[in-house]
Structure formats: structure tokens, C-alpha cells
T-cell receptor, first 116, second 113 residues
Framework: NAGVTQTPKFQVLKTGQSMTLQCAQDMNHNSMYWYRQDPGMGLRLIYYSASEGTTDKGEVPNGYNVSRLNKREFSLRLESAAPSQTSVYFC???????????????FGSGTRLTVV | AQTVTQSQPEMSVQEAETVTLSCTYDTSESDYYLFWYKQPPSRQMILVIRQEAYKQQNATENRFSVNFQKAAKSFSLKISDSQLGDAAMYFCAYRTSYDKVIFGPGTSLSVIP
């Protein structure tokens, strides 16, 4: 089925470890996003990519890096995990066209990350 | 900067009754879209309904409808004939002209049998 595939679904890291969250979409969307979700704070944008080869910081980029590998894939890397990065992470994608404003997002199923 | 506020952290409704979730936003843009997303315990984010700022008519999707008051920057969601499956976290969201979507903090809706 078409959609956004996000891996892994769950992960436990020790403080200081690194990891990469993977995201791929097969809807030919131009824009891709990484959000984190914390209780009482909704979803906050970490990084986004408006098109292949471009990335921009969102609201909470510190401690993260991203790579837009191609049109389909957008990865999020934690170089040195900290307990403050314990969260649920969502990847999303969106069409960008002449009616771009009307499109919401298609979301992945999320990754629950715990840093101990 | 755009912001989205949901003043009700938690709400509850009796099954088959109607409930309204509130949302206000702040923006200086003239053309934008507003959305309501549902997040059930499965964690999946599901688009419930969308509204274009230029359209006067309130959007409706089956049992879900919105009350969009542009001047007041208010965008409430009404759920009619509430069902057990409606229990979820609901997020109001605003899409900016820069293709970013800003989310409110969410309202947790419980449905009482």
C-alpha cells in the first residue's frame, strides 16, 4: 500500500549512542518532514526537506541531523543521544503543487525512542 | 510567527452525543489551510477534515464538521453522534505558505459508553 514507511517502531538507546531513523515514501511527494511528539506539546518540527537535495531547520533541530538521500528517503540521525531526546518521532510527507496549501500530511506510524 | 492553541487538554462525551473541540490560531497570512488530525492509541495520525481560509462554507465530513470563524481566528471541530472509536487525541493544525504544518498541543477525547 502507498504511504510513508518508518523504521524502527521502537528503540532504546544509552546516553551517548548514535542511531538513524529511516523514512521512505512512495507517493512521489516532494516535501518530507521529521517531527517529535511530547506530551502536552503536540508535534514539533525538527527538520524538513522541501525537495530532493534541500533541508532546513525547524523549531527544535539541536542534536539532530538529516539527509534527504533521494526523493523517496529522508533520514534523521541522532549523533549522541540524550535523555531529552526521549520522544515519539514521526516522519511525514506532502505533495507540493499549485494547490499545495490544501494538502495535509501523510504520516508514518512513528518511532518510540527511549534514551536511558 | 504562527501559533496554534487548543485550550482543552481533555474532553469527554457520552456515546451518541455531540462534542466540540476548540482551536484558535494566530497568523498574518491571508491564504492558508487548517486541519484536524486524529491520533488513536495506535499512534497513527489520521487527517479528519480540512478547511481553506478563503472558503466561507464550513467543511463537513460525515459526522465531523468545523465552525470556522476567520476574523476571530477560531477553528472548532464538532463531532456528532460520538462513537467509541472517536476516542483519541485530536490535533488542530495550520499549514503555512512555506509548506510547514504547525500543530496545537492536542485535546484528549474520551467517549463514555
Amino acid at each position: 500500500n502507498a504511504g510513508v514507511t518508518q523504521t524502527p517502531k521502537f528503540q532504546v538507546l544509552k546516553t551517548g549512542q548514535s542511531m538513524t531513523l529511516q523514512c521512505a515514501q512512495d507517493m512521489n511527494h516532494n516535501s518530507m518532514y521529521w517531527y517529535r511528539q511530547d506530551p502536552g506539546m503536540g508535534l514539533r518540527l525538527i527538520y524538513y526537506s522541501a525537495s530532493e537535495g534541500t533541508t532546513d531547520k525547524g523549531e527544535v533541530p539541536n542534536g539532530y541531523n538529516v539527509s534527504r538521500l533521494n526523493k523517496r528517503e529522508f533520514s534523521l540521525r541522532l549523533e549522541s543521544a540524550a535523555p531529552s531526546q526521549t520522544s515519539v518521532y514521526f516522519c511525514a510527507s506532502s505533495a507540493v503543487d499549485s494547490d499545495r496549501l490544501k494538502h495535509g500530511y501523510t504520516f508514518g506510524s512513528g518511532t518510540r525512542l527511549t534514551v536511558v | 510567527a504562527q501559533t496554534v492553541t487548543q485550550s482543552q487538554p481533555e474532553m469527554s462525551v457520552q456515546e451518541a452525543e455531540t462534542v466540540t473541540l476548540s482551536c484558535t490560531y494566530d497568523t498574518s497570512e491571508s491564504d492558508y489551510y487548517l486541519f484536524w488530525y486524529k491520533q488513536p492509541p495506535s499512534r497513527q495520525m489520521i487527517l479528519v477534515i480540512r478547511q481553506e481560509a478563503y472558503k466561507q462554507q464550513n467543511a463537513t465530513e460525515n459526522r465531523f464538521s468545523v465552525n470556522f470563524q476567520k476574523a476571530a481566528k477560531s477553528f472548532s471541530l464538532k463531532i456528532s453522534d460520538s462513537q467509541l472509536g472517536d476516542a483519541a487525541m485530536y490535533f488542530c493544525a495550520y499549514r503555512t505558505s512555506y509548506d510547514k504544518v504547525i500543530f496545537g498541543p492536542g485535546t484528549s477525547l474520551s467517549v463514555i459508553p
